[in-house]
């Protein structure tokens, strides 16, 4: 069996199983990580591919905005191209042609942003007045070249149309008075090109907010002059057509709305950003290019007609917004989402297997710690367990079967248990079937048998063992079929003996209770008759089946049949015992309705906590019918013997009393003898009729409260004339005045005279007979002392028998009955007192009777009767 | 005086020791051997005394009694029990039955006429 117990003990080590736990608490994180990676992947490249995407719309813009610019300027140039034809074409253009060619380019639609188109014309010092004369006698009264001063080549602005508004300001006004501008009209004839001005302030900026401002200048020639050289171009100058722009105005149109929302720029003056170079900015509020944090950013560079203009690009706060970016976060949340979802779930189903593992160790835990208490139970058990296979072989057997079947495992070990190793009885003696075996019950049927009692054992010389089997068939999990049986046995033989032991005692019981001459009745605290003895069938005329289960009370004539169920719940409320404990004199109730009268006996016993009740009735109709003839006998004696009595002492009286004198003195003495004895004679049926009389219990006392220490000074002086007869002196001792007691005096005075007359019958003549009273104990003692030889020892025993004298010859010598202590113990006894005695041979003998003192005790003066009527006597 | 005494008793012994025990000192006797005897002569008598036994085959003491006292003439007579019974019970009742006394049995015979003239507080002289 202990390999058995180790093959179940294999389980990993706990170093191993703790490395398993801690790999598989990594699990999660490994997910999360796996999941997390390839989710910040994508989104790393959706973030660059969108960062390449923005860059390249950024650039875009970025030259979609320069080229617009670029291209705009072209336009201009053409514009100012087309003028300076104009006057090529024509020696003289009037101011009405001018302004038919500018309103032709219907600028304000198609070239928004041109301030307008202009003719600045060169005048040598010399012809200023005549210019200003001519361009007066056009019909400008007012005209001057502005600014005033002498200066050495004047050029006047006299053509700019639209002439109106803002561009009047900017007639007759003098730009090559102006560094700016003359700097760009002198490159333009220098290099023989359109070019632009730097930044200006324009003098149309009259009113309004101020904007940055730039000109355009085509020079203009003299027809058919050379215009090879540099002097030979300044020579040949006539004039300059010219646009001045306003920056703000001009970008307006040339962009529109167009990128407004995405991206600013800002254009200089310079080939760097110099802040005060600041031509325009796009943004509506501006600020510090350190302060700007855009996401995207360009610098580029437009050369353009003698300038060089830097332009600083960069993305709006809202251009990120422009490109979708919602995906990409959209990309990482959810990416991110499952991964925790992911992380989470592998956590909880790794928490969960952790949690199935630690229940599956502390089940296997568990499971071994119930195998090895039922190992335990197995081996120390009292009851004898044998494992039997399919076949019923013996597999293996507890100590305790082996102790019981008296064999070891090594002798049973694969044998069945019909194996002839046993013999084996049912309780009767017959012998077991092999298929009556509990094991092959229980094979066969494949349920439990249980309780089969079996007298068994394997050798002859050894007594039976009693045993009691249970047999459990267990089934194979898979196949349903029974593969093991247990058998399981308790040894019962002590049982079993005191089961014999038991029945012999209860054979020999019954043997006693049919047989007893006394009917036996036991009853339940109900009343319910439980058993009912032969005696009992004869004496009431029931059977016993008639009566077992039905009430005690259907064997009692009223009243006590109805009472008895009353009595009953009294005592047992109560615990009150009137019948119980004493022997009664009832009347019981034959089957046929005869009533006769019977002794009972009750005794209470307890049985299963319950109060049991066994009944002893003897039918004494006999005895009763025997007690009434005698005493009838007694009575009729009494009366017969009287009456000749009467007769023969009358006449023997009369005789003596009337003619003594004439009888000689023998006859006399004769007669005289005669006399004595018939009137001793006479006291003689008394004491017999009254002893008669008091133990069949038909004297009545006359209770009544009354002074003992008068009833013995009566008795006292009723005795004296005896004693002096015998010469003795009666000597009263009394230490109370007053002894109340609850009696009948007569009776009492009939005791005192009884043992005064036998303390003086006794007595040596001339002797002292003391009667004492004193209290003893609760009550009084009366004592009478003489100074007679005292009682013999072997007579003491037997002194209150009947017709009890020490010595035959006495009654004749002394004169008594021998009832009279007799008598008197039966009256004392009456009065709830006892009498007894003390003697000393050759000193004298005391005789003493106790009685209870008489307390008057309830207030209502009813005197309570120390001597309550027996139940028996109601039916006397 | 002369007590004229009705004396009813069954037994014929102890009428004889009354009869000489009374003969002197007295007394006339009428005697009686039963209650029905008494009964039948007694209305012509006029006793100062009955004496009556109790215990009588047939008629006993107490019914011949109250027979007696049925007869107008015996109605108030006193009468004497004389019994074996001497139980002080049947002594009183006796008595309620209107007994003048009880004088039990045996009895002294000398002491007799006494006795009776005691209890009828009737001194000879």
Redesign the interface.
Known sequence: MQDRTQAIRSSPPESVRAGNAGIRSLIPWIVLLATLLPVLLAWNGLTEQRQVLANRQFELLSREIREAIAQRLLDHKQILLGGAGLFDASKEVSREEWHTYVERLSLAKNYPGILGVGYSQVIQPDQLAAHIAAVRAQGFPDYQVKPPGARPLYTAIVYLEPFSGRNLAAFGYDMFSQETRRAAMQSAVDTNTTTISGKVRLVQETHGKEQAGFLMYVPIYRPDLPLDTVEARWKALRGFVYSPYRVDDLMVGILGERSSRSIDFRIYDSDHAEPNALMFESAEHHADESNLQPSHRSQEQIHAYGRTWTLNLYSRPGFDAETDSVTVWLVLGLGIGISLALFALTRLLVDRRAQALALAAEMTARRQESEDRFRSVYLHLGQGVVIHDADARILDANPAAQRILGTTLEQMRELTSVDSLWQVVHEDGSSFFATEYPVMVALRRSTPVTDVVMGIRHDRAVPWRWILVDAYPRQDEVSGRVHRVYAVFTDITARKQAELALKDQSRHTQAILDNVIDAIITAGADGIVTSFNLAAEGIFGYAGAEVVGNNLSMLMPEPYHSAHDRYMSHHLRTGEQKVIGHTRELTGRRKNGDTFPMELAVSRIERDGQPFFIGMVRDITARKQLERMKSELISTV??EL??????I???I??VI?RYADALPEKGRNLLQMAERN?ARL?LLI?DILDLE?LTSGR??F?LHPCDLVSIAGQALEANEGYARQHQVTLSGCFELTRAPVLADD?RLLQVFANLISNAVKYSPSGAVVQIGLRRQGEGFRVSVQDEGPGIPEDFKGRIFERFAQADSSDTREKGGTGLGLSITKVILERHNGRVDYLSQAGIGTTFYFDLPEWIERSSDGTVADPQPDPPTSEQD | MTLHILHIEDEPDIREVVDFALEEGGFRLTQCASGEEALTCAPELSPDLILLDVMMPGMDGPTTLQKLRALQNLARTPVIFMTAKVQPKECEYLKALGALGVISKPFDPMRLGEEIRALLQHPLV
């Open positions: 009494s009366h009287r009456t000749p009595v009467t007769s002492r009358g006449a009286g009369l009393g018939s006479t008394n009389k004297m009545n006359d007569n």
